[in-house]
């Protein structure tokens, strides 16, 4: 039995690998951190993702709780009125109306995200719409991105990604990609500059 233990906020959440690669949280650890007092509750009315699974606790013990998939775990934020989970449930708004802005879609006509049919439409769009991938050194693309987000959002020292808030993990999202495809770019053509100050002088001045 694998188990990893995240820290969101300071809280713990441990994860249990129920089959390879596939990890479902304890939902009294999620509960918990979302700050969603009654656990049994906020549980039972999940209609799916919800199954049980041993556990080690703090004093050694095995334990059986309930876990949650992923898609569990999302449904629990949306319940969640915590200012960190509101800030998530944000985000989630933004990717929906992106995806909802590349299928020609108004806002009046919203609720055709809603429909099944048109949801499997839009997400055959957006995966013809990627790129393929270029070979680039992600490492130094990654800490440009951290570098560039903390320094945009005030903080001197760079900051990892699981130190950041959600609205920096937004930016850095765009960050990442305008760096990669730079990267990118200059490779192909043979460009003379130096990304990271283009990608500083695009994010943070």
Same mark, same amino acid.
């Given at each position: =039995?694998?188990?990893?233990t995240e820290?969101w906020?300071?809280?713990s959440?441990?994860?249990?690998? /129920?089959?390879p690669? #596939?990890?479902w949280?304890v939902?009294?650890?999620?509960?918990e951190?979302?700050?969603l /007092?009654? &656990?049994?509750?906020a549980?039972s009315s999940?209609? +799916?993702g919800?199954t049980t699974?041993?556990?080690? @606790?703090?004093?050694?013990?095995e334990?059986?709780v309930?876990v949650?998939? #992923?898609k569990?775990?999302?449904r629990?934020? %949306?319940?969640s009125?915590?200012k960190?989970?509101?800030?998530?449930?944000?985000w989630? %708004?933004e =990717?929906?109306?992106?995806l909802r802005q590349?299928t020609?879609?108004?806002?009046?006509?919203?609720?055709r995200m809603l429909?099944?049919d048109?949801?499997?439409e839009?997400?055959?769009?957006l995966?013809?719409?990627?790129?393929q991938p &270029?070979?680039?050194d992600?490492?130094k693309a990654n800490t440009?991105?951290n570098?560039?987000?903390?320094? /945009?959002y005030?903080?001197?020292?760079?900051?990892?990604k699981d130190q950041?808030?959600? +609205?920096m993990? &937004?930016s850095r999202q +765009?960050i990442?990609?305008?760096?990669? @495809?730079?990267?990118?770019t200059?490779?192909r053509f043979?460009?003379?500059i130096a990304?990271?100050q283009t990608i500083?002088?695009k994010h943070?001045?």
């Amino acid at each position: =039995m694998n188990i990893r233990t995240e820290t969101w906020l300071g809280h713990s959440i441990r994860f249990v690998e /129920k089959v390879p690669g #596939e990890w479902w949280a304890v939902a009294a650890d999620v509960a918990e951190a979302l700050g969603l /007092k009654q &656990v049994s509750r906020a549980v039972s009315s999940l209609k +799916d993702g919800v199954t049980t699974s041993k556990v080690i @606790d703090r004093l050694g013990r095995e334990q059986e709780v309930n876990v949650l998939s #992923e898609k569990a775990i999302y449904r629990l934020v %949306f319940k969640s009125k915590k200012k960190e989970a509101e800030a998530f449930q944000d985000w989630v %708004f933004e =990717m929906l109306k992106h995806l909802r802005q590349s299928t020609g879609l108004e806002g009046f006509q919203i609720f055709r995200m809603l429909d099944k049919d048109h949801q499997k439409e839009a997400m055959q769009k957006l995966r013809s719409s990627l790129k393929q991938p &270029v070979r680039v050194d992600f490492i130094k693309a990654n800490t440009i991105a951290n570098k560039a987000v903390s320094s /945009k959002y005030g903080h001197p020292k760079m900051l990892k990604k699981d130190q950041m808030t959600p +609205d920096m993990l &937004v930016s850095r999202q +765009d960050i990442l990609e305008d760096t990669v @495809d730079l990267m990118g770019t200059k490779e192909r053509f043979g460009l003379d500059i130096a990304v990271s100050q283009t990608i500083y002088d695009k994010h943070i001045h």
